[in-house]
């Protein structure tokens, strides 16, 4: 599928994402900056946790207040709660630090319960007809933009800019970042109409063992991706293989690289054999878990990772498009709400597991996480060899 022929609006909703992609950057900065200032990963996993539950009561409270939230608001929203999150990084210094990083953590907690929006403005915007093929698209444009940002930031920020008041000045032009990104989002993309809103009511559906087996899945996907997030993966590369921001985005440039190169595999892909793209993708997390298990050499890090990153890639536009399978479109909002949900209860206490599990040995949360892809993969390969054909797109 060529740019061109790609609706205008879904254009523009395309490349709000690579303007938005450098900012994601912070993801790695902040667990890093805490660890410069002299916290231990496992402290950094257990800070995480708590704020984790202390955003609890107000997520809730917030839920209840918003019962229903347009789209358009809600992306704006996303970007305005992470821009006043990353000022409140930037102030994080002195007495106030402990109190700046508290509130702008539970900012950045409140801003993923509006997440579920992606997915669901995507729903709206990609005509169904060709979806998988645009968000192909959707996949690209994003990395080429994070395979230009980030090694440039990361060499600023790895070898001239190296103190810890350089990252929180970093946080401050990502938070004034934020200023355009909402302005975009206000001024060039569409209302998606009243009857497309992020709902916090209570979610019904039929749960049958088709559903009951996705959300297995998914939890165990959530799960495994949770325990070894950004904070594992700094840990290891900066504070056991002694190597700098740089090299970690060179992983993330290594990553965008594949994810290009595979959207243009998933373009060509079968419909009809998704089944055996999902299995393929999570056999290949399997392998990452496995080699990075194994205390690899950075570049064998590097190699793992893009593993990695093609397995998610490859099975990326089937899983959403199983995930769409269970609900129409016009409840498709209230469906991504309830699978946040789910996945936030995953997430709360993870990052205590991953900074534990780092803190006992720097590369353990990734041989959990084998464990748990391969359960995934394996539930994913007994359905279809059940049903008619092991590449059966019905699962």
Same mark, same amino acid.
């Given at each position: ?20 992609? @450098?900012? #994601?950057?912070?993801? %790695? #900065? ?9 916290? !231990? ?16 009561? #107000? ?56 997440? @579920? ?42 070898? +001239? =800019? ?33 009857? /497309? ?32 997030? /950004? ?18 985005? #060179?992983? /993330? ?64 536009? =089937? ?7 269970? +609900?129409?479109?016009?409840? !498709? ?6 699978? !946040? ?17 780092? =803190? ?5 949360? %990734? ?12 539930? +994913?390969?007994?359905?279809? +060899?059940?049903?008619?054909? =092991? ?5």
């Amino acid at each position: 599928m060529k740019w061109r022929e790609i609706p205008p609006n879904a254009r523009r909703y395309m490349l709000y994402h690579v303007f938005v992609t @450098p900012g #994601l950057i912070c993801w %790695y #900065l902040l667990p890093l900056y805490l660890m410069m200032t002299g916290l !231990s990963v496992f402290e950094v996993g257990w800070l995480f946790t708590i704020i984790n539950l202390l955003s609890i009561p #107000l997520t809730y409270l917030i839920c209840k207040r918003f019962d229903r939230v347009p789209v358009k608001r809600g992306l704006i929203t996303i970007d305005m709660l992470d821009g006043v999150a990353y000022t409140f990084y930037f102030l994080a210094k002195g007495a106030f630090a402990p109190f700046a990083l508290l509130i702008g953590r539970m900012l950045e907690e409140i801003s993923f319960l509006f997440y @579920p929006l992606y997915p669901a403005y995507e729903r709206i915007i990609y005509p169904r007809e060709r979806r998988s093929e645009i968000l192909s698209w959707h996949l690209r444009l994003p990395e080429v933009s994070s395979m230009v940002s980030f090694p440039l930031i990361g060499y600023l920020l790895g070898y +001239i =800019f190296t103190k810890p008041y350089h990252y929180r000045s970093a946080f401050l032009l990502f938070g004034l970042l934020t200023v355009f990104t909402v302005w975009y989002l206000w001024k060039f993309l569409p209302e998606a109409g009243e009857k /497309e809103r992020l709902s916090f009511e209570k979610f019904s559906f039929k749960f049958d063992r088709k559903f009951a087996l996705f959300i297995t899945v998914d939890s165990l996907i959530t799960l495994a991706g949770s325990i070894t997030p /950004e904070l594992v993966l700094i840990n290891y590369v900066v504070f056991t293989l002694k190597k700098t921001i740089f090299e970690v985005t #060179l992983i /993330e440039a290594g990553m965008a690289a594949v994810t290009i190169f595979v959207t243009f595999l998933t373009e060509r892909a079968k419909n009809e054999w998704a089944g055996i793209y999902m299995i393929s993708g999570l056999g290949s997390l399997v392998l990452y878990s496995l080699i990075m298990g194994s205390s690899p050499s950075f570049v064998m890090t590097l190699f793992a990772y893009v593993i990695m990153r093609f397995g998610s890639s490859l099975m990326f536009p =089937f899983y959403r498009d199983w995930m769409w399978s269970f +609900i129409p479109s016009e409840r !498709s909002a209230q469906l991504h709400g309830a699978l !946040s949900s789910l996945r936030r209860s995953i997430k709360i206490i993870s990052p205590f597991l991953a900074g534990w599990q780092a =803190f006992v040995h720097p590369v353990l949360p %990734y041989i959990t996480g084998a464990f748990l892809y391969s359960i995934a993969a394996a539930l +994913i390969l007994v359905w279809n +060899i059940r049903i008619k054909g =092991f590449g059966n797109r019905s699962f």
